[in-house]
């Protein structure tokens, strides 16, 4: 069975470009791949995080996981700092990694923009955990959004490059995007991602927004000129309100837009608002469910961390070895 990988930072909230990018694909996938699916605390502390409401989004993320359809039994479930190996074989790949690859990466770039001097090292070496959190669980398949791509060929290279220099050890991971869903965008900016640490709320829709919040957010969404409901590379706007539609309602693009023609904007805009909400408060549902039972989730995570661990152990046993610090 093929061995994929897939991981979220915990936040207090995920957004529907999460879903569709990252949650509902590693659902799809645990069905016919060996999963492991985890909560990237430690690279969530790359930022500020407040120390208590980092404990209930890691908590808040595995509900999430949870209602999700991510089956504990099958996935190996669990939280990055749980298992201390990911950070003693990122140092490993510190030391083979160059600072010009890590300078090139398009994510540091984007964050450390303004910031001069006052960047963390951990917001520059995340590339390298990753490819610790990839490289450890022989995983053959990264399902990741198009912004995420350059990290997975990073690990690509660190990969081959420790294998060239140490001997045959890591297998060399190939990144899977999402054609359809893999990057939603802002519905304040159909030019930029959609993104948890947007400056302004109206540029996403989170899982957990209630049904009236989803409405005024949809009918303040940013559309193209023109009357048209149709999209296409001149209209960004409509591209993504129609991708969003046809995600949730599994019809096509083009069976919607036909279903449109000559109707008005508010005509969609209303329509799909509804079905997001009524595709919403089924997941809500579930979510609060599983929040409310924290000792179950603590349980769930931390079985998950002990298999994920005698996974790790043994992949870095060997990588000792292979360096010539094992006596």
């Not at 500020?48 to 359809?69: D, H, S, V």
């Not at 829709?205 to 940013?222: N, P, Q, R, Y």
Request: net charge neutral.
């Amino acid at each position: 069975m093929i061995k994929a990988l897939t991981a979220l930072q915990p936040t207090n909230f995920f957004h529907i470009g999460n879903w569709f990018g990252a949650i509902e694909p590693a659902v799809a996938l645990q069905r016919d791949h060996k999963l492991s699916m985890f909560i990237v605390d430690y690279h969530a502390i790359t930022v500020p995080q407040k120390p208590e409401e980092l404990r209930k989004n890691i908590l808040f993320a595995a509900a999430t996981y949870l209602a999700a359809g991510i089956d504990p039994k099958t996935t190996t479930l669990f939280q990055q700092s749980a298992v201390s190996e990911h950070t003693e074989l990122a140092w490993v790949l510190n030391c083979i990694a160059k600072v010009g690859e890590l300078e090139r990466m398009t994510q540091f770039k984007d964050k450390a923009k303004g910031k001069g001097e006052s960047v963390s090292m951990g917001l520059f070496g995340y590339p390298v955990l990753m490819a610790a959190d990839i490289l450890l669980y022989d995983t053959e398949v990264v399902p990741v959004g198009e912004d995420q791509k350059q990290h997975v060929e990073l690990a690509r290279d660190l990969a081959i490059r420790f294998n060239r220099d140490f001997g045959e050890t890591f297998v060399v991971p190939v990144p899977k995007i999402r054609e359809v869903g893999a990057r939603i965008m802002g519905l304040d900016d159909p030019m930029k991602k959609m993104s948890k640490s947007a400056p302004s709320a109206k540029n996403y829709i989170s899982l957990m927004d209630d049904a009236d919040t989803v409405v005024k957010k949809i009918k303040g969404a940013v559309t193209d000129s023109g009357s048209e409901i149709r999209g296409g590379n001149d209209r960004p706007a409509f591209s993504n309100l129609l991708a969003i539609y046809s995600l949730i309602t599994h019809r096509s693009v083009e069976a919607i837009e036909t279903e449109y023609i000559g109707k008005q904007y508010s005509d969609f805009k209303g329509d799909l608002a509804e079905v997001l909400n009524l595709w919403l408060a089924p997941l809500q549902a579930k979510i609060k469910t599983f929040v409310e039972h924290e000792n179950d989730l603590k349980a769930i995570l931390n079985e998950g961390a002990q298999r994920a661990r005698e996974q790790a152990q043994r992949r870095m046993k060997q990588v000792r070895e292979r360096i010539g610090v094992a006596l």
